[in-house]
């Protein structure tokens, strides 16, 4: 048995184990605190101790790169203030039970906290403590808890617009299916993290008041039970509680502003490569700024009555800092002066290459937002799928691979841009008719403009004809050749188009016998034309071609039906026959 490798799987396990422990026993140890009187020296190793985990928080927040990089931020402030208030509680029962006895009651360190600040004189050490009270409520505290809510409220606003940016990314291959998963489970961790400190702000609020209070507290009540339990002078009771106050209220205090300050450090951290320091004094460090500063202090410190010596000093330590500063900066030059075959390397490692020329999509698909769920692996989208299969079969009939479809949204494209059913039907208009569908983009286009106008497939199949006429021309005249119609008389096409107005307007329909007679003239000058090697294409007004298309489909198969809109202007026509109007109406 390899008894070293069961060994580090045991002192891992053990590691493990003691690490999820530590919450629960410090939750443990907090409540202990509070119910169980502790004696001075455990004081003492608690209250340096939790000066200790300040000071930590308040290292890890400056060094960190970025707020997320220390997340648990939140959580362990809780858990500070909550260890801090225990602490409050413990030496506030042990110095109103054992205050009378000394000021060593309370442990070595309240002692010598409010020793040194009262130095004697109670007045000036409540004042030193009021002041260190503002500062932590109404600067530090305040502003921090500020920064928290705004930070919050605009991230949270923002995670819309940068779940789009990621998908957007995703279908246009900038980020694979794990980094865009990477980078959602990221925007998501931030939403929660300043949500966490907006309320966590309040817990350093909250502390800032609770400490005052107990202040008023244990003044009040030490005073009380000094002169009424213990028979003690005012002067005596002042001088054991109010110092073993001061002091309490110090050594929970100092540790209470060190948790704004990190607490503010973190709410104000702006994401960088480099940590805080390092960024502080990199834009801090201004050569012309520190110049003229450095030169305003020297001549403040030349001026009759001013402090000379400390304003020459320091202006020559900022003339200094910005000399430095000034070398550090051009650091770079004199590196390329001194080794020549260095920066000529780097200046051809700097040339040009395809890769600095920006590729463009070959085909691209841009919908809008309303379409996303479509694109959206994660809403059940199949449109990728779909695309990839077309992808390949194309691929296959034609030959030659594909080029990739990058898919994008566009927030200027409405969500209502037509039904899906709306645009089949209009393509199979076009189909039915001989007209090639192969300019989906031109087609889609004018269905996107007339969409607003109209809902009706046959309108809308109206309209976009007139853009593919080039496109028609080509299916019916060798480039360059003009275009043989045939049109009808001027009467009866006016005569057509009155009636189709009224059979909108009333109801009415066409004559039978007109339409039979048309139908007849149409099919004989028709046989007559491919007789001659001829296309029969009639040519009619727009309002008129819609029926007039259908009417001959099956009877006149082989007659394709223009509007005048849809001949493009540089195409020549030429009328070979023209249908009359009077034997159709007499007959």
Same mark, same amino acid.
């Not at 305003?296 to 400390?310: A, D, E, K, S, W």
């Given at each position: ?234 002067? =005596?009771?002042? *001088? &054991? ?6 002091? $309490?209220?110090?050594?929970?205090? @100092? #540790?209470? +502003?060190? %948790? ?78 001194? =080794?020549?075959? *260095? &920066? ?6 700097? $040339?040009?290459?395809?890769?600095? @020329? #920006?590729? +463009?999509? %070959? ?225």
């Amino acid at each position: 048995m390899n008894f070293s490798l069961l060994s580090n799987y045991w002192s891992q396990l053990n590691v493990k184990h003691l690490t999820s422990m530590l919450i629960p026993m410090l939750v443990l140890m907090v409540i202990v605190m509070m119910v169980v009187p502790l004696p001075a020296f455990m004081l003492d190793v608690f209250f340096t101790l939790n000066i200790a985990l300040a000071l930590i928080i308040v290292m890890i927040s400056i060094n960190t790169l970025r707020p997320l990089d220390f997340s648990s931020f939140p959580t362990v402030l809780l858990f500070a203030t909550l260890l801090r208030l225990a602490l409050n509680v413990a030496s506030t029962r042990v110095v109103l039970v054992d205050g009378h006895t000394g000021t060593d009651a309370a442990g070595q360190v309240i002692k010598s906290f409010g020793e040194f600040v009262i130095g004697g004189n109670y007045l000036v050490g409540i004042i030193v403590f009021a002041i260190l009270m503002i500062i932590n409520f109404l600067v530090v505290t305040k502003g921090a808890g500020r920064v928290s809510e705004v930070s919050a409220r605009f991230t949270l606003d923002a995670m819309p617009g940068k779940q789009m940016a990621i998908d957007a990314d995703l279908n246009a291959g900038v980020l694979s299916q794990e980094e865009a998963r990477e980078r959602r489970q990221e925007v998501t961790s931030e939403a929660d993290f300043y949500g966490s400190m907006d309320g966590a702000s309040k817990f350093v609020k909250g502390d800032a008041i609770a400490g005052f209070l107990i202040l008023l507290i244990n003044i009040i009540g030490g005073l009380a039970i000094g002169m009424g339990n213990h028979d003690l002078t005012f002067s =005596d009771a002042a *001088q &054991v509680y109010v110092l073993l106050t001061i002091g $309490d209220g110090l050594v929970a205090q @100092i #540790p209470s +502003l060190l %948790l704004a300050t990190a607490t503010a450090i973190i709410v104000t951290r702006v994401s960088s490569s480099n940590d805080m320091s390092t960024q502080v004094v990199g834009q801090l460090g201004s050569t012309q700024a520190l110049m003229i500063v450095a030169g305003i202090l020297i001549l403040l410190g030349l001026i009759p009555g001013m402090p000379t010596f400390v304003f020459l000093l320091l202006g020559a330590g900022i003339a200094g800092l910005a000399y430095w500063s000034h070398r550090h900066a051009r650091m770079p030059d004199v590196v390329e002066e001194l =080794d020549p075959e *260095q &920066v000529e390397a780097e200046q051809e490692a700097k $040339d040009l290459s395809w890769d600095d @020329i #920006p590729q +463009l999509d %070959l085909i691209g698909l841009e919908v809008g937002y309303a379409l996303i769920p479509l694109v959206d692996k994660a809403q059940g989208g199949v449109l990728m799928q779909r695309i990839k299969g077309v992808r390949k079969k194309l691929s296959h009939e034609l030959g030659f691979l594909v080029q990739s479809v990058h898919i994008r949204d566009n927030l200027d494209l409405g969500p209502n841009q037509l039904s899906v059913g709306v645009v089949a039907k209009v393509l199979q208009n076009l189909l039915a008719e001989g007209v090639a569908v192969r300019d989906i983009r031109g087609i889609v286009e004018i269905l996107a403009e007339q969409a607003s106008r109209s809902q009706d497939p046959d309108v809308l199949t109206a309209a976009v004809r007139p853009a593919l006429g080039r496109m028609i021309m080509q299916q019916l005249t060798p480039v360059g050749q003009d275009l043989n119609v045939m049109t009808l008389d001027a009467g009866l096409e006016q005569h057509l188009h009155t009636v189709l107005q009224q059979s909108k307007e009333h109801g009415l329909a066409i004559e039978p016998n007109l339409a039979e007679q048309l139908l007849a003239n149409l099919q004989d000058t028709s046989e007559k034309l491919v007789e001659q090697g001829i296309q029969p294409v009639l040519v009619v007004s727009p309002g008129v071609r819609p029926w007039l298309a259908k009417m001959v489909k099956h009877r006149v198969p082989g007659l394709v039906v223009l509007g005048y809109n849809e001949i493009p202007d540089e195409q020549g026509v030429q009328v070979v026959s023209t249908i009359e109007q009077q034997p159709l109406i007499d007959g």
